[in-house]
Structure formats: C-alpha cells, structure tokens
C-alpha cells in the first residue's frame, strides 16, 4: 500500500464519498478537499519531525497502528472519529487550524467549519496510515522523518513516495522551521497555483 492509494485508489474513493455524503456536499468539491487535506497533513507532520517532533509523532503512531485502514468502510460509516481527528489536528497544526481551514476551504468552496470537519475524519486515517508504513517498516523515533520525508519528497519511490510538488519548502515559507500563519498561507497559494 502506497500513499497513492489514499489519495487516487480505493480508499481514496471511500474517504472523498463519506466526506461527501457526511457533509452534504458534492464529490468534485470532497475530492478537492480531500485532495489537499492529506498531502497537507503529511507534509505539516514531516515538519514536525524536522524539527525535533519525531518522538511526539511515534508515540501518536504507537496508537494509531493502521487498523483504521482494515476496516475503513466502518470507520467512515461511523462518521470517523472527530475527537481523535480533532486532537491530532491540533498538535499537528496547533493554532493554524482555522487558517488552514480557511484556505484549503476557499479551494474547494467549503466553509472552514466544513474543512474542518474533512480534516478530522483524514487525519486518523493518514496516521492510520503511517503507523502501518512504521510497522512495516520496523521504524523507530529516529526514523520517523525518513519515513515522513521518503513519503512527502517522493524520494523513495519503493514505499511508495509521491512527490507533492513543493509542499515541503512552502511549509516554512520564512525560513524559521516553524509551521506558522504565514507559512500557511504561502504553503496553500502555491499548491493550488499549479
């Protein structure tokens, strides 16, 4: 299983309909949001890593070892777990979620209320997604931003990488290896430029 499986295959389909049906919008806009959500979580994680969170994102991945992913219809047919989703938002984004929202949501023309939801029912699912690639991989705290940066850069195809496109150098777009308002916004204006 690759990353392209959660944002093209399969589950991808699952995910981008329950959101759409959850939430009582139309498959292209869920498509879009989803889209973006993902690939956004994941390069905001690899940050983290980067910058001396590796050991906070494998205790996460500790709880999160991919059992989402084997039964997924169940989970998005329980409308996910917003409280789970809710809490790994927060320390991934911490005081961004509103701004992300905003502007992933401008995108794909949803409220941020509404993205924030997309986002709560994607996140466990991409740490779903990344405890099963740790496990696999027998990965441990000092190999979490491999594993993040392998997936985001594209820069190990074997597992799967996709390359994002520039997600990683827009995430801190001042330069002071933090995620933060302004990163944000620059991060989301060059994604949906290309």
Same mark, same amino acid.
């Given at each position: 299983?690759?990353?392209?499986?959660?944002?093209?295959?399969?589950?991808?389909?699952?995910?981008?309909?329950?959101?759409?049906?959850?939430?009582?919008?139309?498959?292209?806009?869920?498509?879009?949001?989803?889209?973006?959500?993902?690939?956004?979580?994941?390069?905001?994680?690899?940050?983290?890593?980067?910058?001396?969170?590796?050991?906070? *994102?494998?205790?996460?991945?500790?709880?999160? +070892?991919?059992?989402?992913? +084997?039964?997924?219809?169940? $989970?998005?047919?329980?409308?996910?777990?917003?409280? +789970?989703?809710?809490?790994?938002?927060?320390?991934?984004?911490?005081?961004?979620?509103?701004?992300?929202?905003?502007?992933?949501?401008?995108?794909?023309?949803?409220?941020?209320?509404?993205? *924030?939801?997309?986002?709560?029912?994607?996140?466990?699912?991409?740490?779903? $997604?990344?405890?099963?690639?740790?496990?696999?991989?027998?990965?441990?705290?000092?190999? *979490?931003?491999?594993?993040?940066?392998?997936?985001?850069?594209?820069?190990?195809?074997?597992?799967?990488?996709?390359?994002?496109?520039?997600?990683?150098?827009?995430?801190?777009?001042?330069?002071?290896?933090?995620? +933060?308002?302004?990163?944000?916004?620059?991060?989301?204006?060059?994604?949906?430029?290309?």
């Amino acid at each position: 299983m690759d990353l392209s499986t959660l944002l093209q295959g399969e589950m991808g389909q699952k995910i981008v309909g329950a959101a759409a049906q959850q939430l009582g919008i139309n498959e292209s806009q869920a498509q879009t949001a989803v889209g973006a959500a993902i690939p956004f979580l994941l390069s905001a994680l690899n940050k983290n890593a980067q910058s001396g969170g590796a050991n906070g *994102i494998e205790n996460a991945l500790n709880q999160h +070892d991919g059992s989402v992913l +084997d039964n997924l219809s169940g $989970f998005l047919g329980q409308g996910g777990n917003m409280q +789970d989703g809710l809490g790994i938002l927060g320390h991934v984004l911490g005081g961004n979620q509103q701004t992300v929202a905003n502007n992933i949501g401008k995108q794909s023309g949803l409220d941020s209320g509404q993205m *924030i939801k997309i986002l709560a029912l994607v996140a466990p699912i991409v740490m779903g $997604f990344l405890g099963k690639q740790k496990q696999a991989q027998g990965v441990k705290s000092d190999g *979490i931003a491999g594993l993040l940066g392998g997936l985001v850069g594209g820069t190990n195809q074997a597992s799967g990488g996709i390359n994002l496109g520039g997600f990683e150098k827009l995430l801190d777009q001042d330069g002071d290896g933090k995620l +933060d308002a302004g990163d944000v916004m620059g991060l989301l204006g060059g994604f949906f430029k290309k």
